[in-house]
């Protein structure tokens, strides 16, 4: 038995090093290229495995050298693949722009990933019933996010939705969600208002508690997270790091509030670990590459202590 499982897309990342992001129409040279391991959902499982935890991934991969190569890499980490199959097509692959700055952008090509329907989910609702979690995203198709939300209500797994990307949601899936983890960008879409001060956040995190979820917890990058629960909100202080990549800082931010909880932290205190995890992963070029262990996690919340 799983305690977590993750069910979304598996992408490689192309990732181009730049001072600053191009003008339309303009050419200028990049500093540096690195292929890593990346994707909203893989990326949820592998934070979650270099943290300790038992995970499984329900996905899907290409038939190219990288589902190979990503394949091995879960299976060295510990991640349950047994969930994981190879289709005829490519890989997803996320083209990745990284500035001076360690912001970046994003063009997605979904691949297989557009290939996880709510058939295959329900071929694999075993491993979800079984979870004590389940971490859902947005880079697989949205009949496959539903069918997944509603496995895992029908059998008590409590459901983690990172909303990402941002897009519109049916009140359907909203009602199966434990947990939605917007950040300000999404949280606008999903409730008409830009989250800018407490009192944003505050209405904000009113209106997904009325669209069905059970507890909004938003992210505000290098502010830590609004917590929305019992008609009250709570401000958890984020951790102070020099960021190289914030790439899936907020992927490494859903595992920690998922392994937290797990552990049996009260709810404020998951949201700290997650903070933590999410800063440190900043720290380290590549989706994966900062992720932490439990114990590096644990000495910077230390440090505050
Ligand atoms: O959340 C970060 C991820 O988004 C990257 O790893 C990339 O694959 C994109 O899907
Ligand atoms: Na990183």
Not at 31 to 53: C, D, I, M, R, Y
Not at 232 to 259: I, K, P, Q, S
Request: hydrophobic letters at 45%; one cysteine or more; glycine letters at 10%.
């Amino acid at each position: 038995m799983s305690r977590f499982c993750v069910a979304g897309s598996i992408n490689i990342d192309l990732v181009t090093k730049t001072s600053r992001f191009p003008k339309p129409g303009e050419t200028m040279y990049g500093e540096s290229f690195h292929t890593f391991t990346g994707g909203k959902g893989a990326n949820q499982a592998v934070a979650l495995a270099k943290l300790g935890a038992d995970t499984a991934m329900i996905g899907l991969v290409g038939n190219d050298i990288y589902a190979d190569d990503y394949m091995a890499y879960f299976k060295k980490l510990g991640v349950n693949t047994n969930s994981v199959k190879g289709v005829e097509t490519s890989t997803g692959i996320a083209v990745i722009i990284v500035d001076g700055d360690g912001e970046n952008n994003i063009i997605i090509v979904s691949g297989a990933n557009a290939k996880v329907d709510a058939d295959y989910i329900l071929s694999n609702s075993d491993i979800i019933n079984d979870s004590k979690y389940l971490l859902l995203q947005l880079e697989v198709p949205m009949d496959a996010v539903v069918q997944a939300a509603k496995c895992a209500a029908e059998s008590g797994t409590r459901v983690i939705l990172d909303p990402a990307p941002a897009v519109p949601l049916a009140d359907e899936l909203l009602k199966y969600v434990d947990i939605i983890t917007p950040n300000e960008t999404e949280a606008e879409i999903l409730t008409g208002i830009r989250p800018a001060d407490e009192a944003g956040f505050a209405s904000a995190g009113r209106i997904l508690i009325d669209r069905g979820v059970k507890t909004a917890v938003m992210k505000a990058g290098s502010r830590g997270a609004y917590v929305f629960s019992d008609n009250m909100l709570t401000h958890v202080e984020g951790f102070r790091v020099t960021a190289v990549d914030t790439t899936a800082a907020g992927d490494t931010f859903n595992a920690g509030l998922a392994y937290g909880l797990g552990a049996g932290m009260p709810l404020m205190k998951a949201v700290r670990f997650a903070n933590a995890a999410a800063a440190i992963s900043t720290t380290k070029a590549g989706a994966q590459g900062g992720m932490p262990t439990l114990a590096e996690a644990q000495s910077l919340l230390d440090t505050l202590n």
